[in-house]
């Protein structure tokens, strides 16, 4: 591999952009169609580009999923979203030339499609339908994490671990249908999502485990009853 990016400039040939209806804000990730820059692969942990670094290309999630994640002022790490298949990166920090504020890995093995960022300032400048695409994609995105942080806030640990595997079994799902109870994620990701403690993770997850809703090995977690964890999910239950 190359290491983490900065990404240096690629011959990139012009870019064929289809308009984008009002209608069709709801598949903006889908949306940013420009002609393919470079393609780049990640093993699952490889750094992809790092926090406080300025880029001039963004990227499109073709394959695998992708943690954006930042350091807590205590210096725990806290995984701010997972990005699955069709996810955009750093699109924002592009349209305003700034340095990206998180730090972007592989959580799964992933491939990834990388964009020069001028093509979509063009584009941002002349299309008021792709502005309010990007602006609502990332409006949905701030709107999903203040809704994680206010239910956090008012929840448990147990209930707040159900509801992150329900919610992360989605996010895997977009790139693996198929296997849509299982989640390919270490007890430190976990712990770092919720954000919480890896001790009392793994304390909840025995729980978990020893009430047959969950199984699995050390980086993979399997969903074997999902009406019963969405039970935990919806309680109040507090793990001691």
């Known amino acids: 591999m190359d290491g983490p990016i900065p990404i240096r400039d690629y011959s990139v040939s012009r870019a064929l952009v289809p308009r984008l209806g009002g209608e069709r ?12 820059s470079s ?3 990640f093993r699952r942990g490889e750094v992809i580009a790092m926090a406080g670094v300025r880029i ?9 999923l992708v943690i954006a994640s930042t350091v807590l002022p205590d210096g725990r790490e806290f995984i701010v979203e997972i990005i ?21 890995r592989a959580a799964t093995d992933c491939e990834l499609h990388f964009f020069e960022g001028r093509l979509l300032r063009e584009r941002y400048a002349s299309d008021p339908d792709f502005q309010e695409a990007v602006l609502f994609k990332a409006l949905a995105r701030v709107s999903e994490l203040e809704l994680r942080i ?27 249908p198929s296997s849509q109870d299982e989640l390919i994620i ?5 712990a770092a ?36 964890l969405q039970d935990y999910a919806d309680s109040t239950f507090s793990a001691k």
């Open 56 to 64: 001039d290309k963004f990227a499109r999630v073709q394959h695998g």
């Open 150 to 176: 206010i239910s956090n806030a008012g929840s448990s640990l147990q209930s707040r671990l159900a509801s992150t595997l329900l919610r992360l079994s989605k996010v895997y799902s977009k790139d693996t």
């Open 39 to 41: 393609v780049r692969t």
């Open 193 to 228: 999502t919720l954000p919480a403690s890896r001790e009392k993770v793994n304390k909840c997850l025995r729980r978990l485990r020893e009430s047959k809703i969950i199984d699995g090995a050390q980086g993979r977690i399997r969903i074997l009853n999902r009406k019963a």
């Open 25 to 36: 804000r709801a598949a903006a990730d889908d949306e940013f169609d420009f002609c393919r």
């Open 84 to 104: 699955p298949k069709a996810g955009i990166i750093g699109e924002l920090e592009v349209l305003r030339k700034q340095t990206l504020s998180l730090e972007y």
């Open 186 to 190: 270490s007890q430190h990701e976990l």
